[in-house]
């Protein structure tokens, strides 16, 4: 199932034309035998990205601990089909992205050990296009 909002204010927006502005802040959370998949560069993530990778890991943990996402596509990507003329206005709804700073925890994993939790959140990053860390907190 993809992840999008139940509510926005508009319907439809503009389209993000930057890359969100970088941070070299990381966020520490105080929680014992806890991963987080961090992002290490600044871009956007579509909600079939975070949904595979979502997968992945749980996948690879069999369904063990506790898996919190902490990113929500939020930004609504509009197109137009291939074929269609110039006018007739915005295009439909396609997909939804979220703006991820560069510091920004995307995945925090509670409950398993360094063993398993480690492989299943790298084997989640392989499906993200961005550069990403994985922090034991």
Not at 31 to 46: K, R, V, Y
Not at 93 to 116: K, M, R, T
């Amino acid at each position: 199932m993809l992840i999008l909002p139940k509510k926005t204010k508009y319907r439809k927006y503009f389209k993000p034309r930057q890359i969100p502005q970088r941070s070299t802040k990381i966020n520490r959370l105080g929680e014992s035998n806890c991963f987080a998949l961090i992002a290490i560069t600044s871009g956007h993530l579509n909600g079939k990205q975070i949904e595979a990778a979502r997968q992945n890991i749980r996948r690879k943990v069999k369904r063990e601990g506790k898996l919190e996402i902490q990113v929500l596509p939020d930004i609504a990507i509009s197109r137009k089909p291939s074929a269609a003329r110039m006018g007739k206005g915005k295009g439909k709804v396609d997909h939804w992205v979220a703006a991820l700073s560069a510091g920004q925890p995307i995945f925090l994993l509670y409950g398993v050990n360094a063993e398993l939790g480690i492989p299943a959140l790298q084997s989640g990053a392989n499906k993200l296009p961005l550069k990403l860390k994985i922090f034991q907190l």
